[in-house]
C-alpha cells in the first residue's frame, strides 16, 4: 500500500511532438510522419467510407453523416473557441434547406447554384436574425438559440407560407449517390482544415479572447460582438450547406428541417468526440450516427441510449476521445518512484 | 480452372435457392409505432400475417412463401423529429431489410415526401392509415409513370368530408341543424378536411360560425368553445390525431356546450378505452373511424369474424383507425401477389390495379389513375367507412345506413337548448 | 368576461409551470432542463400507481411527488454537483437527463389517450356566467396557496431565508457560512417537487404525453425568462403578461399562435431587456 | 508638458445599488503630464477609471477627448482613438507564450491603420515590443508561457498591449502593486520613458513613494469625491488628505 503510495504517474511529451510544436521547420521524416499520419488517417479514413459502405443504404447513412458533422463542427468551434453555446443547430439547417429549396422549387436554379447561394444566403440571415442576440452569455444564448427552431416552425406552420405543413416536395435531387457522399465528405474534411488553422491564426486567438479574455479585447480597442458575428456566420455557413445539401439529398423541404435533433445531436457528437478540437465533433458523429442506426432497432429507446452517453462523457470523461487519443498520442506515462 | 470454380459456385447457388424455396416475402411496415394508427396497423397486420402463414402463406406459381414483417419506428408523428428521419427507415426497410412491400408511413407530411423514395426503389407503397391528405393521391395521378407503385387502401380526408356531409345532411333533414363551428388539429390532412368540409357544407346552405386550428400540445379549447358557443354552433366539426383533443371533448361537456362535436378525425376518441378516460364525458361524440371494420358493425361476413379474431388476440375490440386496414394489407398483397405470380413491381402494379375483393370494410378496389381506394357507401360496391357515436360506454355505429346499428343521439342539454324535435 | 375569466386562469397556470424552474434557477444558478420530463414523470408514475398498484388516488399523489423530489434531489447530487458552475456542462447534462426520462417513456408506450388521471372533483361552476370545470378552479387555487407558502417558507423560515440569501449574493451568503451546495440541492428538489404538484394539478384537464413534457419547459423558460431569470415576483409577473396576452391572440388573431406569442416575448425580452421585467442582473457584462 | 487640456471629465457620478462609488467628480488632464490618483480602499480610483474608459456604464457627467465626446462610447470604441487602460488584475492568455498574448492589440483596428495597412509580421512586431518593455529576448523571456511568467513581468506585459496600441494616454491601475522593491525599481524608469516618449499617463496608486516620484499632479479622492489636487508634496500637506489616510487628528 505505502509502495502504492509513493509511486505517481509521470507524462512525458515524446520529443518529436515537443520540437514539432515550437520549431516551424521539421527537419526529419519521422517528425513529418508525427504530424501527418493522424490527419492523413482522418482523410483516407473518410474517403474509403463509402467504398466500404455494405449498400445504398449505409452509403445514405454516410451523407447523413456529414451533415451532422458539419454541425458538430460548428457548434464545437461557436461553443469552445468563441464561448457562444448554441443550441440552434436546427436554426442553420432550416434556414440554408428552404432557401435553396425556394431556389430551386420556385426559381428552377439547379443544385449547382442553389447550394452555394442557400449557405452564404443562409449563413448571412442566421447572422442577421442572431446579431441582437450576440451580447448575451451562457444560459441566456443556449436558451435564446433553442427558442429560435421552434419558432421559425411554428411561424411558417402558423402562417401556411412556404408549402406550409406539407414542405415544398420533388426537388431536383443531386445526380449520383457517389456525389452525395464524396460531395459532403469532402466538405466536411476541408471545413474541418480550414477551421483548424482558421483557430490558430491571430484571428483565432482574438476569439479565444472573446471566450475568456473579453477585457482585454476590448481593451485591445476590438468590438466583441463584431468578431461574434463573424463566428456566427462560418458556424452558420457549415450548417446551412448542410441544410442546404439535405434538401438536394431527398428532394424535399419542410418544418421537420427545424427539427431538435439537429440541435442536439451536435452536442452529442462533440461531447463524445472530445471539445474544442473540431476533429473530435467529426470523429464523434463518425462512432454515433452509425451507432444509432443499429440501434434503430430498438426505436425511442435510442435516443435514451445516446443521452445517458452524453450524461457520462460528460461527467466522468469530459476530455472526450480525441483528447485522450491525442494524449496517448503525443505523451508517454510511465510510474516514477517519488 | 477459374470456369469450373466459378461453375460450382454457381450450381450450389442454385441448388441452395431451390432447397430455400419457402423464402418469406418481406413486408416491411416503417411507421410511427408510437402513436394509435401505427401499432393498431401493426397489430392488425400481424394478425392478418399469422392466419395467411398457417394457412400455408402465399401461392407464387406453384410455390408456397410465407409472409416475413419487418417493422421500424420511423417517429415521424413526434415533433421535432425530421422527415428525413422516417425517409431514412423507409430506406433502410428496403435495402437492409430487403423489404418487397412497404406499408406506411403515417404522417402525411411524410408519406408525401416518401412518394420520391418509392419511385426510386420500385416497391409497392400500400398506406394503410394516416396520409388522408388528399395530396397524396392527387400527387400519384400528376404524375402516374412516377408514383404508380403507390397505393392507398384506406379512406381520405375529402371522401370522409362526404360521408361527414352525407350524414349531417340527414340530421339536417331531420332536426333542421344547419351551424357548424369548425375546430381542427394544425396539420395537413385536418385542415384540409375542415376546408373542404365548410365550402361544400356552405353551398349545401349551413353557415360555417367560425374555422380555428389548434397546434399539438393545446391544454386549453375554452377560447374555441365559448366562441362556438356564443355563435350558436349546433355542430362542432372536430378533426386531429393528438392526443390533447380529449379535452376539447372534456371541456365541451364540463361546459355543457349546446353542440354535437362531430369527430370526422378525432384520434383519441377511436379508441374503446376512450368511455373510461373521460369518465363518460365521452357520450355522444360522433367520430369517423375512416374504414368499416375498426368498430363492430356488419359491413360484410368478414368484419365480425375480424373482429372475434382480432378481440381473442388481443382482448380488445378493434382499437380505432388502421386497425382493420393494416389487416386488410397482407390480404390484398396476397391476392394481388397470387394473381400476377411474380414480385416483379411493374406486373404487381397492374395486378393491384385489377384487385377486386370483399374484404374487412367491403370491396376493395383502386382508382386506376390516383390508385385511391373506391370508397362507396355499399360494401358489395367498394370500401365503406363508418361513424359510430359514443352511446352509454359503446362504440355505436350510426353511418353509412347499410351498416348501421343505431342512430344519431342528442346530449339533454343540447335537446332542450334548442328544443330539437323530428320534424 | 371569457377572456378575463380564461386569461387568470391561463396566466396561473403558467406560473404554477414556471414556479420549480425559476425556484431551481434563481438558487442553484443551473437552468433545470429536466423541469419539463419531471412534470411528465409525475403524471405516469401517478398513472402507473393508480391502476396498475391500484392504490387510492391521494396516496398516489403523494407517493409520485416524494419520488419526483427525491429524482430531483439524485439529480443534483449525482450529475450537476459534478459540473456546477459550467454553465455549457449543466445546460448538456440536465438537457440530456432530461431527453432520456422523455424518450424512456414514450419508449415504455407513453402514448394515445389512455394515459389520463382523474379530476379531483367532476363538476361545472359559472362564474359570471363563464362555465368553468372544477379542475381549473381548483388548479387556481392550489397555485395560490402554492405561492403564499413560498412567499412565507422564504420570509419567514431559517431555510428559506438562507436560499433566498443564496439566490440574492451566492458569495455573501457563502461568507454567512450558507452552504451553497446543500441549498442548491434544496432548491432542485423543491423545484421538482413544485413541477410534480403543477404536473398533478394540471394533467388530469388532459392527458399524458411525451410532448407536453418539451411544451413545459419551453413555456416555463420562457415565463422565466421574460421575469427575469432568478426572480419570483417577475416569474409571477411574467407568468400573467404572457398568459393573457396568449389569451388575447387565441381570441382575437389564431389560436395556433400561442405559443409563438410566448416565444415572441422571450426573444422581444431578451433582445431590449436581458435582464428580465424583474431581473436583478446589472449590466450586460456581468452577466454569463 | 503643454498646457492644453487632453482629456476632460465634468460631474462624473456613478452608484451600485446605493453605494455612490463616484460622485460628481470632474478634472483635467493635460498633454504630456503624469497625473497620479490616490485615495484609500474602496475610495472609487478603479471605479473612476472604468468609467472614463467605458468599461461601466456612467450614469451622470461628461468625458471629452480630443474634443470628441465620449461619454456614452463603447469601451473598444474608446480604446481605438488613442485612451487605452491597464488592468490590476493581469489576465494573460496563460497557456499562450508571452508574445502572442500581444496579438489582439496588433490585430485591432487602430494599430492595423497606424501601420498604414499592412502590417508586417505580428510576431516580430510584438516581440521587439515586449524587448522595449523589458522582456529579454537573449533570454527567451517573450517565448515563456504567459502563465509560467512572475508578475513583474505581466505588469510590463499590460505596459507592451498599450503600446502595441500606439496609444496617446494610457490610464494604468495599480501597476505597482503585488511588485517587490526590486520590480518597481526597474518599473519607474519604463514609466519614465513612456512620458518622454509623448504619452499621457493616469496613474491610480497605492504606493505613494513611487508615485511621488514620476508623477506631475496628484489627485486625491476619498469616497469618490474629489477631496484635493496638486503638485505631490503640496497635497499630503492638505487637512483632508491626511484625514483620510490617517485618520483623525494626526500631526506632522
Redesign the interface.
Known amino acids: 500500500m505505502a509502495e502504492e503510495a509513493i509511486r505517481r504517474r509521470e507524462r512525458l511529451d515524446r520529443g518529436v511532438k515537443v520540437r514539432a510544436d515550437t520549431v516551424y521547420a521539421i527537419s526529419s521524416w519521422k517528425e513529418m510522419m508525427f504530424l501527418l499520419a493522424p490527419r492523413a488517417l482522418l482523410v483516407i479514413g473518410l474517403l474509403c467510407a463509402p467504398l466500404i459502405a455494405p449498400?445504398?443504404?449505409?452509403q445514405?447513412?454516410i451523407c447523413?453523416f456529414g451533415v451532422y458533422a458539419l454541425l458538430a463542427i460548428g457548434f464545437d468551434f461557436l461553443a469552445h473557441f468563441v464561448g457562444l453555446v448554441s443550441l440552434g443547430g436546427a436554426l442553420f439547417i432550416g434556414v440554408g434547406g428552404y432557401i435553396s429549396g425556394i431556389c430551386n422549387h420556385y426559381y428552377g436554379i439547379s443544385p449547382a447554384l442553389s447550394i452555394p447561394i442557400g449557405t452564404l444566403a443562409g449563413a448571412v440571415i442566421c447572422t442577421l436574425i442572431l446579431l441582437p442576440t450576440l451580447p448575451l452569455r451562457g444560459v441566456y444564448f443556449a436558451i435564446i438559440t433553442f427558442t429560435y427552431p421552434v419558432m421559425a416552425e411554428?411561424i411558417i406552420?402558423?402562417a401556411g407560407i412556404l408549402g406550409?405543413?406539407?414542405?415544398i416536395?420533388?426537388l431536383s435531387?443531386l445526380p449520383s449517390t457517389w456525389v452525395n457522399q464524396y460531395l459532403i465528405l469532402g466538405i466536411v474534411i476541408v471545413s474541418t482544415f480550414v477551421l483548424r488553422r482558421l483557430v490558430n491564426e491571430d484571428i483565432g486567438i482574438v476569439f479565444r479572447g472573446v471566450k475568456d479574455n473579453d477585457q482585454a479585447i476590448r481593451a485591445s480597442g476590438i468590438s466583441i460582438t463584431y468578431y461574434k458575428a463573424v463566428a456566427v456566420f462560418i458556424a452558420a455557413l457549415l450548417g446551412c450547406l448542410g441544410g442546404a445539401y439535405?434538401a438536394h439529398?431527398?428532394?424535399?423541404v419542410?418544418i421537420?428541417?427545424f427539427?431538435?435533433?439537429?440541435s442536439v445531436f451536435p452536442l452529442v457528437a462533440t461531447v463524445v468526440g472530445g471539445p474544442g478540437t473540431l476533429v473530435g465533433p467529426v470523429l464523434g458523429s463518425l462512432i454515433l450516427v452509425p451507432i444509432s442506426?443499429i440501434l434503430?432497432?430498438f426505436?425511442?429507446l435510442r435516443i435514451v441510449f445516446y443521452s445517458l452517453i452524453m450524461v457520462l462523457f460528460i461527467l466522468f470523461w469530459s476530455e472526450g476521445l480525441l483528447n485522450w487519443a491525442r494524449r496517448k498520442y503525443e505523451q508517454f506515462e510511465h510510474w516514477v518512484r517519488v | 480452372m477459374k470456369k469450373i470454380l466459378a461453375l460450382v459456385i454457381s450450381l450450389s447457388f442454385v441448388l441452395l435457392t431451390a432447397i430455400a424455396d419457402a423464402k418469406p416475402i418481406v413486408i416491411g411496415v416503417a411507421t410511427d409505432?408510437?402513436?394509435?394508427d401505427g401499432?393498431a396497423t401493426i397489430r392488425g397486420l400481424n394478425l392478418a400475417v399469422e392466419e395467411i402463414n398457417s394457412a400455408g402463406g402465399i401461392n407464387v406459381k406453384g410455390e408456397k412463401r410465407p409472409f416475413k414483417v419487418e417493422i421500424?419506428?420511423t417517429?415521424d408523428c413526434?415533433?421535432?423529429?425530421?422527415?428525413?428521419?422516417a425517409?431514412?427507415?423507409l430506406?433502410?426497410i428496403?435495402?437492409?431489410k430487403g423489404a418487397d412491400f412497404i406499408i406506411g408511413p403515417g404522417r402525411?407530411?411524410a408519406a408525401?415526401?416518401a412518394?420520391?423514395l418509392i419511385a426510386n426503389y420500385k416497391k409497392i407503397q400500400l398506406l394503410t392509415c394516416g396520409g388522408l391528405?388528399p395530396?397524396f393521391h392527387g400527387?400519384i395521378a400528376e404524375n402516374y409513370d412516377k408514383y404508380k407503385y403507390a397505393f392507398r387502401i384506406t379512406g381520405e380526408s375529402r371522401y370522409m368530408v362526404e360521408e361527414a356531409m352525407d350524414l349531417l345532411g340527414g340530421l339536417n333533414s331531420k332536426y333542421g341543424i344547419n351551424r357548424m363551428f369548425v375546430i381542427v388539429e394544425?396539420?395537413?390532412f385536418a385542415?384540409a378536411g375542415g376546408e373542404i368540409a365548410s365550402e361544400n357544407l356552405k353551398k349545401k346552405g349551413w353557415e360555417i360560425l367560425g374555422y380555428?386550428?389548434?397546434?399539438?400540445?393545446?391544454?386549453?379549447f375554452?377560447?374555441?368553445l365559448?366562441?362556438a358557443k356564443d355563435a350558436k354552433a349546433q355542430i362542432l366539426f372536430v378533426m386531429g390525431e393528438m392526443?390533447?383533443l380529449?379535452?376539447l371533448i372534456?371541456?365541451w361537456n364540463?361546459?355543457?356546450i349546446p353542440a354535437l362535436p362531430f369527430g370526422n378525425y378525432l384520434?383519441?376518441?377511436m379508441?374503446p378505452?376512450?368511455w373510461q378516460?373521460?369518465?363518460g364525458r365521452a357520450a355522444y361524440t360522433i367520430v369517423n373511424l375512416v374504414n368499416a371494420g375498426n368498430a363492430p358493425s356488419n359491413a360484410t361476413p368478414w368484419t365480425m369474424k375480424f373482429c372475434k379474431a382480432y378481440e381473442k388476440k388481443y382482448g380488445t375490440e378493434p382499437e380505432g383507425y388502421g386497425t382493420s386496414s393494416g389487416y386488410m394489407a397482407p390480404y390484398i398483397i396476397k391476392d394481388a401477389v397470387e394473381r400476377a405470380g411474380t414480385l416483379d413491381p411493374d406486373a404487381l402494379v397492374t395486378a393491384m390495379e385489377k384487385t377486386n375483393l370483399v374484404g374487412v370494410y367491403g370491396r376493395v378496389r383502386f382508382d386506376p389513375k390516383s390508385h385511391q381506394i373506391i370508397p362507396q357507401l355499399d360494401p358489395e360496391k367498394g370500401a365503406v367507412g363508418t361513424i359510430f357515436q359514443w352511446q352509454d360506454g359503446k362504440r355505436v355505429v350510426v353511418y353509412p345506413p347499410k351498416i348501421a346499428m343505431g342512430e344519431v343521439k342528442f346530449p339533454p342539454w343540447m335537446m332542450e337548448y334548442w328544443k330539437i324535435k323530428k320534424k | 368576461m371569457?377572456i378575463l375569466v380564461?386569461g387568470l386562469?391561463?396566466s396561473l397556470?403558467l406560473v404554477l409551470m414556471a414556479l420549480g424552474f425559476a425556484l431551481a434557477y434563481s438558487v442553484s444558478r443551473v437552468p433545470n432542463f429536466t423541469h419539463g420530463a419531471l412534470y411528465v414523470l409525475t403524471g405516469y408514475l401517478t398513472w402507473v400507481f393508480l391502476n396498475r398498484l391500484g392504490l387510492n388516488y391521494g396516496l398516489c399523489i403523494i407517493l409520485s411527488i416524494a419520488s419526483v423530489t427525491a429524482m430531483g434531489w439524485l439529480i443534483y447530487q449525482l450529475t450537476v454537483i459534478r459540473v456546477r458552475g459550467m454553465p455549457t456542462s449543466e445546460i448538456i447534462v440536465t438537457f440530456a437527463i432530461s431527453l432520456a426520462i422523455l424518450e424512456f417513456l414514450?419508449w415504455r408506450?407513453l402514448?394515445?389517450?389512455?394515459y389520463?388521471l382523474?379530476?379531483f372533483h367532476?363538476s361545472?361552476i359559472h362564474i359570471y356566467g363563464?362555465?368553468?370545470?372544477a379542475q381549473r378552479i381548483i388548479a387556481v387555487v392550489i397555485t395560490a396557496v402554492i405561492v403564499l407558502a413560498l412567499w412565507l417558507f422564504t420570509h419567514y423560515t431559517k431555510v428559506g431565508l438562507g436560499l433566498r440569501a443564496i439566490a440574492q449574493n451566492e458569495r455573501a451568503a457563502l461568507l454567512l457560512g450558507i452552504d451553497s451546495d446543500r441549498a442548491a440541492t434544496l432548491a432542485l428538489s423543491l423545484g421538482s417537487a413544485l413541477a410534480a404538484i403543477a404536473a398533478i394539478t394540471?394533467l388530469p384537464?388532459?392527458?399524458i404525453?411525451?410532448?407536453?413534457g418539451?411544451?413545459v419547459l419551453v413555456s416555463a423558460i420562457a415565463v422565466c425568462i421574460c421575469g427575469g431569470l432568478g426572480s419570483w415576483t417577475g416569474t409571477i409577473l411574467a407568468g400573467f403578461v404572457i398568459g393573457f396576452a396568449q389569451?388575447i391572440v387565441?381570441?382575437f388573431i389564431?389560436?395556433?399562435l400561442?405559443?409563438v406569442v410566448a416565444l415572441a416575448a422571450v426573444i422581444l425580452i431578451l433582445i431590449f431587456k436581458p435582464s428580465g421585467l424583474f431581473g436583478r442582473q446589472k449590466e450586460l457584462e456581468e452577466r454569463v | 508638458m503643454g498646457e492644453e487640456v487632453f482629456l476632460q471629465v465634468r460631474n462624473l457620478s456613478k452608484s451600485f445599488g446605493g453605494v455612490r462609488a463616484v460622485n460628481d467628480l470632474s478634472f483635467e488632464l493635460y498633454k504630456g503630464e503624469i497625473l497620479g490618483i490616490i485615495g484609500p480602499n474602496g475610495s472609487g480610483k478603479t471605479t473612476l477609471l472604468n468609467l472614463v474608459t467605458g468599461f461601466v456604464r456612467k450614469d451622470s457627467g461628461k468625458v471629452v477627448f480630443k474634443d470628441n465626446d465620449i461619454t456614452h462610447w463603447p469601451a473598444h470604441k474608446i480604446c481605438d482613438i488613442g485612451l487605452v487602460r491597464t488592468f490590476q488584475i493581469v489576465r494573460p492568455y496563460a497557456t499562450l507564450p508571452a508574445f502572442k498574448n500581444m496579438i489582439p492589440p496588433l490585430y485591432s483596428p487602430r494599430s492595423k491603420r497606424s501601420a498604414s495597412g499592412k502590417l508586417g509580421d505580428r510576431d516580430a512586431v510584438a516581440i521587439d515590443l515586449l524587448e522595449e518593455v523589458g522582456f529579454e529576448r537573449d533570454a527567451h523571456v517573450p517565448y515563456k508561457l504567459a502563465g509560467s511568467l512572475p508578475l513583474g513581468y505581466l505588469k510590463r506585459l499590460e505596459f507592451a498591449r498599450c503600446l502595441a496600441m500606439k496609444p496617446e494616454i494610457i490610464c494604468c491601475d495599480e501597476v505597482f502593486s503585488g511588485l517587490s522593491m526590486a520590480e518597481i525599481a526597474s518599473m519607474v524608469p519604463l514609466v519614465e520613458r513612456l512620458q518622454k516618449d509623448g504619452i499621457t499617463l493616469v496613474m491610480i496608486e497605492h504606493r505613494l513613494r513611487e508615485l511621488f516620484r514620476v508623477a506631475n499632479r496628484i489627485l486625491v479622492i476619498n469616497f469618490g469625491e474629489k477631496i484635493a489636487e496638486g503638485v505631490p508634496r503640496e497635497v499630503m500637506k492638505d487637512k483632508k488628505v491626511r484625514k483620510a489616510y490617517l485618520g483623525e487628528e494626526v500631526e506632522l
Request: glycine share 10%; net charge negative; aromatic share 8%.
Open positions: 449498400n445504398l443504404y449505409w445514405r447513412v447523413i411554428r406552420c402558423a406550409g405543413t406539407d414542405g416536395p420533388g435531387m439535405m439529398l431527398y428532394g424535399w419542410g421537420s428541417l427539427a431538435m435533433d439537429f442506426e434503430r432497432a426505436g425511442a | 409505432t408510437q402513436i394509435l401499432f421500424m419506428d417517429r413526434e415533433p421535432g423529429v425530421p422527415v428525413s428521419e425517409l431514412l427507415v430506406e433502410k428496403i435495402l437492409d402525411s407530411e408525401l415526401a412518394l420520391g391528405s395530396k400527387t394544425d396539420v395537413a385542415r380555428e386550428r389548434y397546434p399539438a400540445g393545446t391544454s386549453d375554452s377560447a374555441g365559448l366562441k392526443a390533447e380529449s379535452i372534456n371541456q364540463d361546459m355543457k384520434g383519441p376518441a379508441e378505452k376512450f378516460v373521460t369518465k | 371569457n380564461y386562469i391561463n397556470l414514450r408506450g402514448r394515445g389517450a389512455t389520463v382523474p379530476v367532476l361545472t363563464v362555465p368553468v370545470d394540471i384537464m388532459g392527458n404525453n411525451v410532448a407536453t418539451y411544451d389569451m387565441v381570441y389564431a389560436p395556433h400561442a405559443m
